[in-house]
């Protein structure tokens, strides 16, 4: 069976230090892999997919970057934090196909202080 | 303003049948999900429904759409303590868009005995 890891699962970082968190999939080969952020009391924001190794879209203009270095590993980064990038971070994958449902991630909860 | 709309809280006793609504603006939305989110957790996929079905049971759970009024509704029988989250309801538009869902803002479902 597929499953999903995410670490992190809190973190607390000062405003203008770097960030990394990373995620992986098991069990599955070429998923499509999501970054989504949810901000206190909303939905999720799509903020990156990646439909294969080192293909980023992003969906949302930000201070944060998406990386794939491998087939099930994606990783979301930030050079210098700000304030605003609190929030609680979900990552996904799909097949990419069939309902095209998203299976998430534990998530990171992230706090700029 | 969101293109997914729901309540944002409901309130049930245990052992009743929760309803929770949800409409959505996009009429080329091809499959429509819900999820819950436990506190401090990630989404859990609850069930899916296809556009051109009108409802789905699986369990304790029915989906009802309503395509004509953009309309979902997920009903839970015999509400349970453990059934307290926040259930979301999020749209897919078609294959080019798997994966990448456009949710609500989440209902809030606390059950009392």
């Known amino acids: 069976s597929q499953t999903i890891h995410q670490w992190p699962a809190t973190l607390v970082q000062p405003v203008g230090s770097p960030l990394s968190l990373e995620c992986t999939v098991e069990g599955t080969s070429n998923p499509n892999l999501y970054w989504y952020r949810q901000a206190a009391g909303r939905g999720l924001q799509l903020l990156f997919y990646s439909v294969g190794i080192g293909q980023i879209s992003s969906e949302v203009p930000q201070n944060l970057s998406a990386s794939r270095p491998q087939d099930r590993q994606f990783i979301l980064s930030s050079k210098k934090l700000l304030l605003s990038d609190s929030g609680f971070y979900l990552c996904a994958w799909s097949k990419g196909q069939g309902a095209g449902e998203a299976f998430f991630g534990q998530g990171t909860r992230l706090t700029v202080v | 303003g969101e293109d997914v709309e729901q309540s944002l809280f409901l309130s049930v006793r245990e052992g009743d049948s929760s309803v929770i609504n949800c409409t959505y603006t996009d009429s080329s939305s091809t499959y429509l999900y819900w999820y819950k989110q436990e506190p401090g957790a990630g989404l859990q996929l609850l069930t899916y429904?296809?556009?051109?079905?009108d409802m789905k049971q699986d369990q304790r759970l029915t989906v009802l759409l309503n395509k004509k009024d953009k309309h979902l509704s997920l009903r839970i029988a015999d509400t349970q303590t453990g059934d307290s989250a926040i259930y979301f309801c999020?749209?897919?538009?078609?294959?080019?868009?798997?994966?990448?869902?456009?949710f609500g803002a989440g209902t809030q479902v606390v059950v009392t005995p």
């Open positions: 999020a749209e897919s538009r078609g294959p080019d868009s798997w994966g990448k869902l456009q």
């Open positions: 429904i296809f556009s051109n079905m």
